[in-house]
């Protein structure tokens, strides 16, 4: 699926299903995810699948390592094809990346973490975010906004954000220690991010990530959320959580198509 209005902004963008690849068993369909114990050969002719899709060569996507951490690299032309076909290659220890290099293509991988897309219409500037529970804590989402800002020099008002396929507070039920360290980075709308019941806590991380938009001073009306619960549509999307950690991972993907 993709977002409309980005597109209409001239930002190719998507996020996938499982429909539409080659693996097998437990990744079924359009898995992308290199590090999950799939066939590697499987998972790239599914990115493949799919960049043809984009419109642009594999070796024009960019993608992190993604450890649940908060660092956020700025991608520039060099790290063109970075874990586009390798683990090995992928840019280190990242969970977050910005850019402003047209005809490059952001790329993160999704099991239940939530994806944000990140445009700035002003600059032409993108981000894309892979955060879980803790890169929420860590306030990877409100860090990226603050890169943006530094490196594209823009107000982060005119930014537009779309929070993509992941665990929805229907089914992400945490612990407590879980939910005390989200509730660290966004401890004003505690009540509205978390649902107590029977000992634990249904957490909402589209809501967490939201508030942390709007904290980095993102307007409202610009933040989209596409509410679909990975967990719950587990046939649609793989799921960490409804899986019990075996399976495949959709993708996230955001550029910008180069002008001759
Ligand atoms: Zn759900």
């Given at each position: 699926m993709s977002i409309p209005y980005l597109t209409e902004l001239g930002f190719v963008n998507a996020f996938t299903t499982r429909v539409g690849g080659i693996s097998q068993r437990l990744y079924d369909g359009l898995n992308l995810g290199l590090h999950t114990g799939d066939d590697p050969e499987a998972v790239i002719e599914n990115r493949m699948r799919v960049a043809r899709v984009l419109k642009?060569?594999?070796?024009?996507f960019v993608a992190g390592e993604q450890v649940h951490g908060n660092r956020v690299a700025i991608v520039t032309e060099v790290d063109k094809g970075k874990g586009a076909t390798a683990?090995?290659?992928?840019?280190?220890?990242?969970d977050a990346m910005i850019t402003e290099v047209p005809g490059l293509f952001l790329m993160g991988f999704f099991a239940d973490c939530v994806p944000v897309l990140l445009v700035d219409p002003i600059s032409n500037g993108m981000g894309l975010v892979h955060a879980g529970w803790r890169g929420t804590a860590s306030g990877i989402t409100k860090k990226c906004i603050e890169e943006m800002v530094k490196n594209f020099n823009t107000d982060p008002s005119s930014y537009i954000a779309v929070i993509g396929p992941s665990i929805g507070p229907c089914c992400y039920y945490v612990q407590e220690n879980v939910a005390k360290e989200v509730e660290k980075s966004v401890p004003t709308i505690k009540d509205r991010i978390f649902y107590e019941d029977k000992g634990g806590y249904y957490l909402d991380l589209w809501g967490a990530n939201r508030a942390q938009l709007i904290g980095a001073g993102l307007i409202r009306e610009k933040i989209f959320t596409t509410c679909v619960c990975t967990c719950c549509m587990s046939q649609l999307f793989f799921s960490y959580r409804a899986t019990q950690g075996q399976t495949g991972r959709i993708g996230a993907f955001i550029g910008r198509v180069q002008c001759e």
């Amino acid at each position: 699926m993709s977002i409309p209005y980005l597109t209409e902004l001239g930002f190719v963008n998507a996020f996938t299903t499982r429909v539409g690849g080659i693996s097998q068993r437990l990744y079924d369909g359009l898995n992308l995810g290199l590090h999950t114990g799939d066939d590697p050969e499987a998972v790239i002719e599914n990115r493949m699948r799919v960049a043809r899709v984009l419109k642009s060569p594999l070796s024009s996507f960019v993608a992190g390592e993604q450890v649940h951490g908060n660092r956020v690299a700025i991608v520039t032309e060099v790290d063109k094809g970075k874990g586009a076909t390798a683990l090995e290659t992928a840019l280190p220890k990242t969970d977050a990346m910005i850019t402003e290099v047209p005809g490059l293509f952001l790329m993160g991988f999704f099991a239940d973490c939530v994806p944000v897309l990140l445009v700035d219409p002003i600059s032409n500037g993108m981000g894309l975010v892979h955060a879980g529970w803790r890169g929420t804590a860590s306030g990877i989402t409100k860090k990226c906004i603050e890169e943006m800002v530094k490196n594209f020099n823009t107000d982060p008002s005119s930014y537009i954000a779309v929070i993509g396929p992941s665990i929805g507070p229907c089914c992400y039920y945490v612990q407590e220690n879980v939910a005390k360290e989200v509730e660290k980075s966004v401890p004003t709308i505690k009540d509205r991010i978390f649902y107590e019941d029977k000992g634990g806590y249904y957490l909402d991380l589209w809501g967490a990530n939201r508030a942390q938009l709007i904290g980095a001073g993102l307007i409202r009306e610009k933040i989209f959320t596409t509410c679909v619960c990975t967990c719950c549509m587990s046939q649609l999307f793989f799921s960490y959580r409804a899986t019990q950690g075996q399976t495949g991972r959709i993708g996230a993907f955001i550029g910008r198509v180069q002008c001759e």
